[in-house]
């Protein structure tokens, strides 16, 4: 996938955000539609009023990045612990 942000006119590549209120298909980086909402809160293509809740869209940010900590955190268990059974226990 392909997608640019209509705001900042840079690619999206993981965290996005797209209006369930809006039929036009955009998608937004997470930042930059809370800096957009907080100045108009129509939509940048079609001009529809759309309502956003600005803690949800931070909220599910934060959520990615704890989950992408608890993985990074994951593999690196594993990595030391098998590195700790070849060096030690072979």
Request: charged residues 20%.
């Amino acid at each position: 996938m392909n997608f640019t942000c209509p705001i900042c006119l840079d690619k999206i590549q993981i965290f996005y955000y797209k209006s369930k209120n809006c039929n036009c298909n955009i998608r937004y980086h997470n930042e930059c539609v809370i800096k957009w909402h907080k100045i108009s809160k129509t939509c940048i293509y079609c001009g529809k009023k759309i309502n956003i809740d600005l803690n949800k869209i931070r909220n599910k940010y934060y959520e990615y990045i704890v989950i992408i900590l608890n993985l990074i955190i994951i593999l690196f268990y594993y990595l030391f612990y098998y590195l700790f059974y070849y060096l030690f226990c072979i």
